[in-house]
């Protein structure tokens, strides 16, 4: 029987008794519990096999709560929640003393946000306790954007999906810490960077962990299919060198296609970025369930969602 449903009820009876349930949200489907439940906490853990030194998001019904899992918030930060919340940015606060250590993965700070999809507020809303909720995949896989690829992951291990239909950015939140007061972007995420300065001015971005070993969470490697998939800026060129290979091609908004592509999916047509980042881990998921030799993965425009996007294909492409 299928763990997918829109039972809202049914999930807060899990979450209410320390279980894990999947939640939708407008980014990625998150796998979520209760973030006072060291059980449940232990679980999504254990269930992503995520390493405990990568912390967790912390997701709350609205910027009214948000003094209750922080414990300062810098004049900006104010400003980005009103104008940004509901919505895809993260922020990274001092936090709480009531936050427990497994969530920040022992770090003085907490990451925190309110997601922009119904299903998931009306939830929050009715929960006693707010959800932790990373992203529903194995450690280092595919981000799950429809409950179908939750489903495929981790139908043995949790009870439920809370079905919210597709995620529409499909990607990431933004994760924005500080330091002196000051805003730095340690994750390029499904709110671009360029409207996050039109708000505030020029933001610093340090999304690499040699960086900024204050985002545990940007590894190099990340994101991956288990197909071999190779970015780059000229595909023609790239289909050349594989003449024996059974070929997946991931473009932009136009088509390589010839008789040596088995298959191929363009993000979109209308050269639209947002469209694009809602459909790249879905393609992604795609590509990787066809038996391919490799998948070549067009790099996308170098503005807005593009550049979100190319952070994630370089994480997805990354060989050491
Ligand atoms: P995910 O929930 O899978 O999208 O990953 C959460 C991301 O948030 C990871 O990259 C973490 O490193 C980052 N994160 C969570 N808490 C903190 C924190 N206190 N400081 C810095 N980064 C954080
Ligand atoms: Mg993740």
């Known amino acids: 029987m299928s763990i997918i449903s829109k039972d809202i009820q049914k999930a807060i009876a899990l979450l209410t008794n320390e279980e894990l ?16 439940s060291e059980k449940a906490i232990k679980r999504i853990f254990e269930t992503k096999k995520r390493p405990f030194f990568n912390p967790l ?10 003094e209750t899992i922080v414990s300062e918030i810098p004049e900006k930060a104010k400003i980005l929640a009103n104008t940004f919340w509901p919505g895809s940015m993260t922020l990274v606060l001092k936090k709480h003393k009531d ?3 497994i969530i920040t993965a022992g770090k003085d700070t907490v990451a925190v ?13 009715q929960l006693p306790f707010p959800l932790a909720a990373p992203s529903a995949n194995p450690f280092n896989n595919i981000s799950p954007t429809k409950p179908e690829h939750v489903e495929r992951y981790f139908k043995n291990d949790i009870k439920m999906v809370l079905n919210g239909g597709s995620c529409i950015n499909g990607i990431e939140s933004t994760i924005i810490g ?5 805003p730095i972007i340690y994750r390029l995420g499904a709110l671009a960077l360029e409207e996050i300065e039109a708000l505030i001015g020029k933001v610093e971005v340090k999304n690499k962990m040699e960086e900024n070993p204050d985002a545990p969470g940007m590894l190099d490697k990340h994101y991956s299919p288990l197909t071999t998939t190779i970015l780059t800026t000229d595909v023609a060129s790239e289909i050349k060198k594989h003449p024996t290979k059974k070929i997946g091609i991931l473009a932009f908004n136009s088509s390589f296609k010839n008789a040596e592509i ?13 469209e694009a980042a809602s459909k790249l881990y879905a393609a992604l998921h795609e590509l990787d369930h066809l038996s391919l030799d490799i998948i070549i993965a067009e790099k996308m425009p170098e503005i807005g969602l593009g550049n979100s996007m190319n952070d994630r294909l370089q994480r997805a492409t990354f060989r050491p």
């Not at 500080?178 to 000051?182: A, D």
């Open 178 to 182: 500080f330091v002196n007061n000051e």
């Open 113 to 125: 946000r309110v997601p922009n999809h119904p299903v998931t507020i009306a939830l929050l809303k």
């Open 99 to 101: 936050i427990p250590d």
């Open 262 to 274: 088995t298959t191929e999916i363009i993000l979109s047509k209308n050269n639209d970025l947002k």
């Open 21 to 36: 349930v999947a939640i939708p949200t407008e980014t990625v489907y998150g796998l979520a519990g209760n973030i006072f």
């Open 57 to 66: 998001i912390v997701h709350i019904s609205s910027v009214d709560v948000l």
